[in-house]
């Protein structure tokens, strides 16, 4: 940090990292130089043919040059090293080395042209008695070439691929007298030229060029994803939160995996110094459950949670059978083989009509086949089932579970980039739902994440178009049974946005969220849905923690801890992974001497001050309904029959003790589905097993 410039452009790589490729070259260039010196000695004391002087020649550039190459990579090295990662200061000749090296890569390949030439039209033509040495010589020159061309290419996949930022774009939105104060100062830690703080440009006019740079980016991803420039009203929408994400910052991503290491490591010190046997998992307000509804939601969790993770089709099914799965799912129970399946004669009800029931579904149904698998369903209880993906609209299906009465609605989760896109759509939405208005003070809003809001309402429109739950209450049989709404991840928040949606028409419609992201709706709505949505959550899940308001917390603990580091951001990491504690990684703030980063560190909270006060925030969202809070008891085992599982305890958590984010080993993998299903049956079991024995 700052990003390293390179032809005008930004890399996504800091003065700092270039640690890795340098070390990696100067070991190259070490063995080139040993292997260029054993080929010139041979050829020069025992070649009887006298026109290898051009070979001698050649050979004898070529070591010079990478003797001056591995000399440059041991320099970069030296400047890798000096300072934090938010002093560049002392490694500001960076750059000036990297062009050096790239003349002196611009002169090798010339030379080598050259070389090849003397190589294969003189040498071998003229000196057929020195066949050995011509051999080796020939093999030089072709490893060379191989050498040469992966470095080049190397280079221009890290130019195209992560320098698509002009540097007059980069943190144009940064205060203007900030600006003034940090270059004064001689600190260069955010790339500002001259004509974005002596114009004085407004405010409003730099946010503007800030979310065009990001809008471009996004567009880009419009050739991925099957959103086309008819709809740039949602790349906008996505690049204004981006934009404000990183307004006033300049990081790059080795930058962020040394901070969250340093998060990490504070964060493990807290948890080591709290007495229960949970550590930092269990949330302040956790009540363990207790009443006989209690167990029953969490029963209710583990039987609906096939059909969260049966929506994910076929990925999650080969995911979860690496071996074995594609050899299942053409011929698993019910089904013949999918290529062929389309083209069976079946006898279909109207409701269940072949061409009506699926809907973007690959050629060889193999979403439907697992899907019918997973959530162990027949052709005659699958209602509808959507596999089309796009931004604002996901997969779903609807069933009817004839044994406990219930017509089940099951969303997906995110799993493409469309996905990702709406789930970066977090604006604050109002909630337009009449009957809401009355659990809020006249003149006050409740909020829900824009994205979600409106994948919700795509997918209840499309059901109303085709009337589904009409046509299944239609049917006496079904008159009695109620709705229940499922999904994991984005799904469970799409589910419980149409479970409010439901309610203006159904009374009877329940909701099971598994792990739902956390800004989903205003802590006024999160308390009113606790009487019909059931959401659950493992352990130190990132998803269930993640608002706005969360990721800008850990975004300035990130740089905080950066900014207070004691050691250079390859030296931290190597000493994170040896075990270190915090205090030998990190200044406390009354200890941290003065120094570029510390410097930083003001400008950059004194920025943060100005916006608080201009009322430039994000509003805090939560997640929906009632929470149980499955926690590890610091991996502890208890046996059971002839095995042993980690053991886990279930808590009632508030919506509140989610407002920010755990950095732990497991805060991505416990939001996986199908570790989520495995947990949830393994607690119901054990449960099961305890009241056997009770």
């Known amino acids: 940090m700052p990003a390293l410039a390179l032809f005008g452009k930004r890399l996504k790589i800091g003065s700092d990292d270039l640690i890795f490729p340098s070390c990696c070259g100067a070991f190259i260039k070490l063995i080139w130089c040993l292997s260029l010196g054993l080929l010139y000695a041979g050829l020069v004391f025992e070649s009887e043919c006298s026109e290898t002087r051009l070979a001698t020649t050649y050979l004898l550039g070529a070591l010079i040059t990478n003797l001056l190459g591995l000399l440059i990579d041991i320099i970069l090295i030296i400047i890798s090293l000096q300072g934090t990662t938010f002093e560049p200061k002392s490694r500001r000749c960076a750059g000036v080395f990297v062009y050096v090296n790239l003349a002196l890569l611009f002169f090798e390949v010339i030379w080598h042209s050259l070389g090849t030439y003397w190589t294969f039209a003189i040498v071998d033509v003229q000196c057929p008695q020195d066949s050995g040495w011509s051999t080796l010589l020939n093999a030089f020159v072709i490893s060379n070439w191989i050498l040469l061309f992966l470095a080049i290419c190397t280079i221009c996949c890290t130019i195209t691929l992560l320098g698509a930022d002009e540097i007059h774009y980069i943190n144009s939105s940064f205060d203007s007298d900030l600006a003034n104060t940090f270059t004064e100062n001689g ?33 880009l991803m419009c050739y991925c994803t099957k959103v086309s420039s008819e709809e740039p009203s949602i790349f906008q929408d996505v690049a204004r939160v981006l934009a404000h994400f990183f307004e006033h910052i300049d990081v790059v991503p080795s930058d962020v995996a040394v901070g969250l290491a340093l998060l990490r490591a504070k964060q493990k010190t807290i948890e080591e110094s709290i007495d229960n046997p949970y550590g930092g998992e269990l949330t302040k307000n956790a009540r363990p459950i207790s009443t006989e509804q209690d167990y029953d939601d969490l029963a209710n969790l583990q039987f609906y949670s096939r059909y969260a993770l049966a929506i994910y089709g076929w ?12 050899f299942k799912l053409p011929f698993c129970e019910n089904s013949n083989c999918c290529c062929f399946r389309a083209r069976m004669n079946q006898q279909y009800t109207n409701l269940n009509d072949r061409t009506s029931t699926l809907k973007g579904d690959n050629i060889c149904d193999c979403n439907y086949l ?50 990702c896109l709406t789930d970066v759509l977090a604006d604050d939405e109002v909630l337009d739902i ?19 809001w409106e994948t919700a309402w795509n997918i209840i429109s499309e059901i109303n178009e085709k009337k589904i739950f009409e046509q299944i209450y239609s049917n006496p049989e079904f008159q009695s049974y109620s709705i229940v709404t499922v999904g994991h991840s984005l799904g469970a928040g799409t589910a419980t946005v149409i479970t409010l949606l439901l309610k203006q028409i159904y009374n009877r419609v ?38 706005k308001p969360s990721l800008e917390a850990l975004r300035d603990q990130m740089l905080h801890a950066i900014a207070l580091s004691k050691l250079p951001k390859w030296c931290l990491i190597s000493a994170f992974m040896c075990g270190a504690k915090e205090k030998s990684l990190i200044w406390t703030e009354e200890m941290a001497p003065k120094s570029e980063s510390t410097m930083l560190l003001q400008a950059y909270e004194q920025q943060q001050q100005k916006d608080l006060e201009a009322g430039r925030v994000s509003a805090q969202l939560y997640p929906p309904g009632r929470i149980l809070h499955i926690v590890r008891r610091n991996y502890s085992l208890h046996h059971l029959y002839c095995g042993a599982i980690k053991e886990y305890d279930v808590f009632i958590a508030d919506n509140e003790d989610f407002n920010h984010i755990i950095v732990s080993p497991t805060m991505l993998k416990d939001h996986f589905p199908d570790r989520l299903v495995e947990i949830l049956t393994q607690v119901s079991v054990l449960n099961q097993y305890q009241n056997s024995n009770q």
């Open 187 to 219: 600190c260069s830690q955010f790339v500002i030229p001259d004509h974005v703080y002596q114009e004085r440009i407004p405010r409003e006019e730099k946010m503007k060029n800030y979310n065009a740079l990001w809008a471009k980016r996004c567009q």
């Open 315 to 326: 990925p999650i099914f080969i995911y979860m059978n690496p071996i074995t799965g594609i």
């Open 434 to 452: 009449s009957y809401l208005k009355n659990i809020v003070p006249e003149g006050e809003s409740i909020f829900v994440h824009k994205g979600i």
């Open 510 to 547: 329940l909701c099971y969220a598994y792990s739902p992201p956390g800004g989903l709706f205003s802590l006024t709505a999160a308390h009113f849905t606790r009487n019909f949505i059931i959401s659950v959550a493992i352990g130190t899940d990132m998803i269930v923690r993640l608002s």
């Open 370 to 419: 697992a899907l019918k698998t997973i959530a162990n369903i027949n052709d005659e209880d699958l209602i509808f089932a959507s596999f089309e993906n796009t931004i604002l609209k996901s997969p779903y299906f609807i069933c009817i579970n004839k044994e406990r009465k219930k017509i089940i609605l099951s969303i997906r989760g995110t799993m493409s980039l469309d996905d």
